[in-house]
């Protein structure tokens, strides 16, 4: 269905997570523009809390993440305790102001930190705020993940996780430092579904070694296990920005071509097992939450991707972990130290963040519903970047004062999208590929 235009998708561009993203972020704004914030939070708004836990038991070596090595206990408890004072502190601010819809612990791996801590901050969170009917997620690494978590997670009413299991081919495991059998991911997913927990799963393309035929046997073996939702992610490399990384072979990377190849491959054979395609990289079983919003037109895109979340305000608890409101976004800071001692003097940690302007919130609006709908009034802006190449392939048409993306455009989504970007300048190449 998909034809590959090479010249289209040269230009490194952002997921989109946010606008503007986090290249635009300044030390000019922090904590006192978070705190001011707050403070015009109105009774009963629907909010939702990320808390980010940035420590694994193994380190990864493809991984864009925040995150160090869970090797000594004391770092840990260090953490758990301060990001308890956060908890408490943000709380405070908001003075029972805010009714919390969802909470998602990231990471790095929220199952890195022991079971009691994991307890410890939820009772936390619905101590300090008005949780009660939250909906909780937790990303989950399988390779540490026991009897003994699953029934901690049951029993502490999680009603959502989130395995990263990236590939199943044991070649490409040992090219990226994960190595993780498929069995183990199997136990994993039949206790979790004994507990009636939903599953999400983490897949990747384009990582060294690997080759179509190996995404293909992955992907099999991830419909056999009917995770609700499963993300189908392209392997960003970009050693420059993330040491870590150039322990990967980058001779041993697929090309443009082939991972091109391997999207639309893994497009087809997921939409053909029954799941719904969210956006260009999601895919949710069509009784899931996720499919449910793309189909009712409540899809949103924030820090964690694709989501049903209906909350306008996220709140970041936990070493750059990023708050969002309609007009600011802000980051907390990044270092788990320095973090630590911001909260340990009662100071909120937002170190640095943007103000999001009315034209800022336009373009914003544009590009997340060309990701999530795969169309969008134009308003009064114009676009920064030419269409026509988009327009005249018929990936995207121009509908009186909107644009729409067609079948043909999806995995263009991003490069569409991007045209609507005032910041972006294409030679900086501190984005990902597009596809």
Known sequence: MWTYHPDLLARSVPRYTSYPTAAQFSSEVGAADLS?????????????LYLHIPYCHDICWYCGCNTGAANRAQRLTAYVEALEREIALVARHLDQRGRVVRIAFGGGSPNSLPRVDFVRLLQQLFLCFDAGSAEISVE????????????TLAATGIDRVN?????FTPHVQTRIGRIQPLDLVERAVDQLAK??????????????????????STIEASIGMKPARIALFGYA???????????????????????????????????????????????????????????????????????DDPAEILLGLGASAISQFPDLIVQN?????????????????AARGTHRTPEDRRRGRIIENLLCQGEAHVDVTQPVFDLAPFVDLGLARLVGDRIVLTAEGLPYARSI???????????????SRAI
């Open 163 to 167: 395995l990263g299991v990236q590939t």
């Open 333 to 349: 800071e990044k270092q788990a130290g320095p973090w630590r001692t911001m909260v340990e003097q009662g100071q909120l940690s």
């Open 36 to 48: 001011t914030r707050m403070d015009t939070v109105q009774p009963g708004t629907e909010i939702s």
């Open 140 to 151: 989950l690494d399988p390779r540490r993940l026991d009897t003994q978590w699953i029934e």
């Open 417 to 431: 999208a991007a045209c609507f970007d005032t910041y972006l300048v294409p030679a900086e190449g501190r984005y």
């Open 237 to 307: 490399h970009m050693p420059q920005l993330l040491p870590r990384q150039r322990r990967i072979d980058a001779a041993a990377l697929p090309d443009l071509s082939t991972r091109f190849d391997m999207a639309a491959h893994g497009h087809d054979m997921l939409v053909a097992a029954g799941y719904q395609a969210i956006g260009f990289d999601h895919f949710a079983l069509p009784e899931d939450g996720l499919a449910r919003a793309a189909r009712d037109g409540r899809l949103r895109r924030n820090f964690q991707g694709f989501t």
């Open 195 to 216: 507990a009636g927990i939903a599953i999400g799963f983490d897949l990747m393309y384009g990582l060294p070694g690997q080759r179509v035929e190996d995404l293909t």
